[in-house]
Nanobody, 123 residues
Framework: QVQLVESGGGLVQAGGSLRLSCTASPDTFTLGAMGWYRQAPGLQREWIASRTSGGATAYADSVKGRFTLSRDDAKNTLYLQMNNLKPEETGLYYC?????????????????WGQGTQVTVSS
């Protein structure tokens, strides 16, 4: 059964940091590429970062140098470390998994999604 659970969201002041976690069931974790998205109220889901099954990572220009992906295979968990957060980065953050291992940046390229974790950045 495919299962993704995000955690780690919360309220933080601008300039602060949060680390989001995406824990997957073992079968899900070994599927393929994984990614993080953000969705603000009234807006479309926005790609933030992805990791291929081979370990390569890619980031949206807006978060490069501030956000970092990492993975703990023993815990079936993908992390997103977010530093120097900005108020406009408030939103619901989703983790996604693809059945394919290459770089995936578009929402339709991911077959499985978590329920999201809320991040609120106050000014």
């Amino acid at each position: 059964q495919v299962q993704l659970v995000e955690s780690g969201g919360g309220l933080v002041q601008a300039g602060g940091s949060l680390r989001l976690s995406c824990t997957a069931s073992p079968d899900t974790f070994t599927l393929g590429a994984m990614g993080w998205y953000r969705q603000a109220p009234g807006l479309q889901r926005e790609w933030i970062a992805s990791r291929t099954s081979g370990g390569a990572t890619a980031y949206a220009d807006s978060v490069k140098g501030r956000f970092t992906l990492s993975r703990d295979d023993a815990k079936n968990t993908l992390y997103l470390q977010m530093n120097n957060l900005k108020p406009e980065e408030t939103g619901l953050y989703y983790c996604a998994v693809s059945e394919y291992g290459g770089l995936r940046t578009r929402t339709y390229e991911y077959e499985y999604w978590g329920q999201g974790t809320q991040v609120t950045v106050s000014s």
